[in-house]
T-cell receptor, first 117, second 117 residues
Framework: AQKVTQAQTEISVVEKEDVTLDCVYE???????LFWYKQPPSGELVFLIR??????QNEISGRYSWNFQKSTSSFNFTITASQVVDSAVYFC??????????????FGGGTRVLVKP | GAVVSQHPSWVICKSGTSVKIECRSL??????MFWYRQFPKQSLMLMAT?????????EQGVEKDKFLINHASLTLSTLTVTSAHPEDSSFYIC?????????????FGPGTRLLVL
């Protein structure tokens, strides 16, 4: 069975600080996909990134960066120079392959990020 | 881009009544849709997989007679909460995968908040 663990339930930072969200996963599949979603207070999930299990290259997109380490089954997410608008709940998720689009997602428990001005 | 809509966005009903929630893919066809439930300050839990033209597949512990799913067309799936009770109050989110996309693999609806009095 698949499992996603986000050990941090809540993180509070002051604006402009960096914040790193941890995600550890378990799966028996050799091919899988990992995701990060943002859920603002409105409730709608906002897609941030998808990474497949064969691509361990780290990625940076603006103030966001992701560190995927297959050896430790981790897919951590960092927000650099946080802003108040980053306040939200962030979910890490895992899906089976090969049809990443058509498979159900297993979500982690979520990490609530509060950025104070 | 692809959009998934849900209707209604929120609903309040009396205990014992039935509530229907619609999930539509607006500019693409989806043979599969997923229904998730999210209780306050908790993660998203998959309830069932809706399959166009066939029966839905329910996750363990989800009562199929209580949560009726109908995927009547390639763009519409409905979730009916029958004989709703206060413990069914939750945030219900659907998702529809779009095959062939490079970046995002599943599109989530904005969610439906259900409050059963």
């Amino acid at each position: 069975a698949q499992k996603v663990t986000q050990a941090q339930t809540e993180i509070s930072v002051v604006e402009k600080e960096d914040v790193t969200l941890d995600c550890v996963y378990e799966t028996r599949d050799t091919t899988y996909y990992l995701f990060w979603y943002k859920q603002p207070p409105s409730g709608e999930l906002v897609f941030l990134i998808r990474r497949n299990s064969f691509d361990e290259q780290n990625e940076i997109s603006g103030r966001y960066s992701w560190n995927f380490q297959k050896s430790t089954s981790s897919f951590n997410f960092t927000i650099t120079a946080s802003q108040v608008v980053d306040s939200a709940v962030y979910f890490c998720a895992l899906s089976e392959a090969p049809q990443a689009a058509g498979n159900k997602l297993t979500f982690g428990g979520g990490t609530r990020v509060l950025v104070k001005p | 881009g692809a959009v998934v809509s849900q209707h209604p966005s929120w609903v309040i009903c009396k205990s014992g009544t039935s509530v229907k929630i619609e999930c539509r893919s607006l500019d693409f066809q989806a043979t599969t849709m997923f229904w998730y439930r999210q209780f306050p300050k908790q993660s998203l839990m998959l309830m069932a997989t809706s399959n166009e033209g066939s029966k839905a597949t329910y996750e363990q512990g989800v009562e199929k007679d209580k949560f009726l799913i109908n995927h009547a067309s390639l763009t519409l799936s409905t979730l009916t909460v029958t004989s709703a009770h206060p413990e069914d109050s939750s945030f219900y989110i659907c998702s529809a995968p779009r095959t062939g996309t490079i970046q995002e693999t599943q599109y989530f609806g904005p969610g439906t908040r259900l409050l059963v009095l």
